[in-house]
């Protein structure tokens, strides 16, 4: 595990957008697992940056996102497909048929996810994986249970995230409830593994999952085992690990 300390949330974008398009110019074609929420946003937009003078061709890239919620459609504007295409992939040159995303609204669960891991598979696994990290500590939406789940599944939302999304939507009972997340097994699987984390309100689960033992009660424990994971955090989510770094 690497821990790069960053000043702040643009100091935090400016590294990992580094360490993204690094990936993108050694390996044209490659895989990226991508992330949505408000940690990655100021990535996606430094990529965009480097795009537009030049020094970036997502032409041949190929991306999977780690998960979607139920219900919503691609054109729902909480929908995490329409989150992707608002803050980063309508803005770069990627042909929007090599992105991936799990489909809210097949109300097959099991189809759904046996669909999503066949998408994995048949593109050879992810060269690199974006991760945020939630408060409670959960990557995707693997959410906080008593075991690691190794593929997409349909996830039950806990109380905790409902609240920290709520503020993306016009009231909390619009969260949907339900989500589809790409498994533990799939994100431990990428090559290599990039977290981004900023805030004050990430610092417990920063502690937990990165200085605490290995558990699905902090499901971003797993990391630990990654032999090549790099957290990019800035000085507030590093706050309560200071004198153990
Ligand atoms: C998003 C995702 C989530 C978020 C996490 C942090 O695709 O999988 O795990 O990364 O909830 O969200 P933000 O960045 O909004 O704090």
Redesign the pocket.
Known sequence: MRIICAKDYKDVSRKAANIISAQVILKPDCVLGL??????IGTYQQLIRWYEKGDLDFAHVRTV???EYVGLSKDHDQS?AYFMRQNFFDHINIDQANCNIPNGMNPDAEAECARYDAVIKSLGGIDLQL?????NG????NEPCDEFVKGTNKVSLTKE?ID??ARFFASRDEVPKFAY?MGIGSIVNAQRVLMVVNGAN?AQAVRDCFFGPISPRAPGSILQLHPDFTLVADEAALSLVKDLL
């Open positions: 992330a949505t929420g408000s940690s990655p996102n780690l998960d995490y991760l945020g990290l939630g408060p959960h990557i995707g939406f995230t920290a999304n997340t990430k």
